[in-house]
């Protein structure tokens, strides 16, 4: 069996990881000539994490980690705290794995190593995925390069803006959520006393949040500030915006924050799409995954968890009942789970963001009362995302 994959992201590598322990093999192809990443941090919660770790990857992705102490949501002005839910330990008596905070390239390079250290699985950069044809028994896919793969089945594990996808459904139509994102990494000896607290925190306000979280054991604070705007640039994440501006955006907030936006070198800052979910994710011997199936907006922090548990779900199912059919059963498995958290981290958008003083309360209040005196409940309400276990469960 060879898989085809079109896109070497982390559902991409993780995917292919994931074929060669069931000793299937796997030819990535990647428009990029180098990988990298963008500077920008990434939670890797426990239900992505018991993939990984399947894939004999903890050990390397702790070693470059950070491990919070727990989940924390804040007032954005006063910094008070709404309620905290402990990870560390806790995360693995839980939910069955860690929850770390990698930076993304860090991250890459985990999985590349682990990509290196077999020969069922061939990387190939620089060349762009133009389109596929069907066969009989075979998928051919055409590359920018005029050269022809062809395998078993093609993964169209291509991203946001998939190739892939546009020839499987044709172009999409997203919609501006109305928010603008922006993103940095600032090295905290930079920071002095006003270190992001070592939690995964979300600072909320009107119209406006926050998440701030540590990398490399420390080392680094990644910030992500979301405000609400009308539409003024492109989908990059590689746009930079002026700190003026998000200082005007975090004025009066915590000094964590404003201390974070005056400490950073560069601030890049980009609108925030939502899609609409897809009828299928699959034609003939062709099947998309990750962003490129179900893009998720950032508010759940579970994007690329999804893609990482599509990656164990999609290499079973092949091993279990051969491409053809495991091309059509991916959606039928996972787009329940994918469509709950991609509805989850809308709703969240709007939490986050209660504009008036009145749903502040309403909001807020009740958050406030539960995490002080019933905080098995909130950590409870978390189980269904960090609990779930695609390893022993399926999709
Ligand atoms: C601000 C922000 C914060 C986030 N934080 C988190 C988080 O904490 N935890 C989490 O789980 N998720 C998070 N996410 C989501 C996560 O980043 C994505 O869901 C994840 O990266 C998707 O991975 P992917 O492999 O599907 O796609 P991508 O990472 O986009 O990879 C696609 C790859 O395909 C390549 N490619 C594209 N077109 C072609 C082509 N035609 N031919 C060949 N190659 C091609 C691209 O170059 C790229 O390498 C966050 C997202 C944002 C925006």
Redesign the pocket.
């Given at each position: 069996m060879k898989a085809l994959i079109?896109?070497?992201?982390?559902?991409?590598l993780t995917t292919a990881l994931a074929f060669d322990r069931l000793g299937m093999e796997a030819q990535v192809?990647?428009?990029?000539p180098v990988?990298s990443e963008v500077g920008?941090?990434?939670?890797?919660?426990p239900n992505?994490m018991k993939v990984l770790n399947l894939l004999g990857l903890e050990h390397a992705i702790r070693a470059k980690a950070f491990e919070p102490e727990a989940l924390e949501m804040r007032l954005g002005r006063s910094g008070h705290r709404l309620f905290r839910i402990p990870v560390g330990r806790q995360a693995r008596h839980n939910w069955g794995a860690p929850y770390l905070h990698i930076h993304r390239s860090d991250l890459l390079e985990v999985l590349l190593a682990a990509v290196s250290r077999t020969d069922r699985v061939k990387l190939c950069l620089g060349?762009?995925?133009?389109g596929y044809e069907t066969g009989l028994d075979e998928v051919s896919v055409y590359l920018d390069s005029g050269d022809r793969a062809v395998g078993d089945l093609l993964i169209g594990?291509?991203?946001?803006?998939?190739?892939?996808r546009t020839q499987m459904l044709g172009p999409e139509s997203p919609v501006f959520t109305g928010n603008l994102?922006w993103?940095a990494v600032v090295p905290t000896a930079r920071l002095g006393a006003l270190v992001p607290p070592p939690t995964a925190c979300v600072w909320v306000g009107p119209n406006r949040h926050a998440v701030t979280y540590l990398l490399r054991q420390g080392e680094l604070a990644n910030f992500?500030g979301v405000v609400e705007a009308g539409l003024d640039g492109i989908e990059s994440?590689t746009a930079p915006g002026s700190s003026a501006q998000a200082l005007a955006d975090f004025e009066g907030w915590s000094p964590v924050l404003e201390t974070l936006i005056r400490k950073a070198g560069t601030l890049y800052r980009w609108p925030l799409f939502d899609r609409p979910d897809l009828p299928h994710w699959h034609d003939g011997r062709t099947v998309l995954?990750?962003?490129?199936a179900h893009?998720?907006l950032?508010f759940m922090?579970?994007?690329?968890?999804?893609?990482i548990e599509d990656s164990h779900v999609l290499a079973e199912l092949c091993r279990d009942v051969g491409p053809s059919k495991a091309v059509a059963g991916l959606h039928k498995l996972r787009s329940k789970r994918t469509g709950r958290i991609r509805n989850a981290s809308r709703a969240n958008m709007k939490t986050f963001h209660r504009a008036t003083a009145l749903s502040r309360v309403a909001t807020y209040g009740p958050m406030w009362v539960a995490g002080h005196v019933l905080p098995d409940m909130v950590r409870a309400r978390q189980d269904w995302i960090y609990g779930h276990d695609v390893t022993s469960q399926g999709g």
């Open positions: 079109a896109g070497a992201g982390i559902g991409g192809i990647e428009r990029a990988l920008a941090g990434i939670q890797l919660s992505a060349r762009g995925v133009l594990a291509d991203g946001l803006h998939s190739t892939v994102a993103r992500v994440w995954l990750g962003d490129a893009p998720t950032p922090a579970q994007g690329a968890a999804m893609a």
